[in-house]
């Protein structure tokens, strides 16, 4: 099966420190997904990427968080200044998997997830 | 806007019987993906089974089957003969044309020996 990487499996962090959170998503896919997971709570959507460009963000990615594609194949959520309510699961997700419109093997990919503690 | 609402906090029952989880979704679009994922103590998110919209035939996956009921936007999860191996949260997701994810507040099942 497809894998998502991502590093590191767990950060921790003093609150005002930027924090950089690496996914490597699955070749040849074009859309990629940040969510988040605070402790307890549902999953949250923070951002969607396509052709390298941000094509839809939640209330949540402010901008305090970037993303880019630095290299062509990474794909990083950058926080900077972290605050204490930034500590959550962060998951990158990579569906799709053909760059066609049709449906038929969507499934949204996610790597195991980053544990960010802010203290 | 979709939604999905997960009506069950939590579930309990007895190794090797069957458990249904609920889900229900609010879309106005008539294609659409949904998802249960099963999320472990290691909190990593494992997908469960998932269902396209345009197919009446309800997915199965070895012990989990789904109940997917279009008109009454209700993709219900049915564990059977459940294992210990099965505690977890488990989350249903609704998947949109943007392919974003919208997810349900999770259910915790706990399995009992």
């Known amino acids: ?27 040849n896919h074009l859309y990629f997904y940040w969510y988040r997971q605070i402790l307890g709570q549902k999953v949250e959507f923070l951002v969607s990427f396509y052709n390298n460009e941000i094509s839809e963000k939640s209330e949540i990615f402010d901008d305090q ?55 | ?10 579930m309990s029952v007895q190794e090797a ?4 989880l609920s889900c229900t979704y609010d879309t106005s679009e008539s294609n659409y993906y949904l998802f249960w994922y099963k999320q472990p103590p290691s909190r990593q998110m494992i997908l469960v089974i998932r269902q396209e919209a345009y197919k009446q035939q309800n997915a199965t996956e070895n012990r989990f089957s789904v109940n997917f009921q279009k008109a009454a936007k209700s993709f219900s999860l049915k564990i059977s003969d459940s294992q210990l191996g099965d505690t977890a949260m488990y989350f249903c997701a609704f998947m949109s044309n943007n392919y974003q994810l ?12």
Request: with cysteine; proline share 6%; charged share 20%.
């Open chain 2, 102 to 113: 919208i997810w349900g507040a999770g259910t915790k099942l706990i399995i009992k020996p």
């Open chain 2, 1 to 10: 806007a979709q939604t999905v609402t997960q009506s069950q906090p939590e």
């Open chain 1, 1 to 27: 099966e497809p894998e998502v990487t991502q590093t590191p499996s767990h950060q921790v962090t003093q609150m005002g420190q930027e924090v950089i959170l690496r996914c490597v998503p699955i070749s």
């Open chain 1, 65 to 119: 968080f970037s993303v880019e594609r630095p290299d062509g194949s990474n794909f990083t959520l950058k926080i900077r200044s972290t605050k204490l309510e930034d500590s959550a699961m962060y998951f990158c997700a990579s569906p799709l998997t053909s760059t066609g419109l049709t449906k038929t093997d969507t499934e949204a990919f996610f790597g195991q997830g980053t544990r960010l503690t802010v203290v």
């Open chain 2, 17 to 20: 019987e069957t458990v249904t």
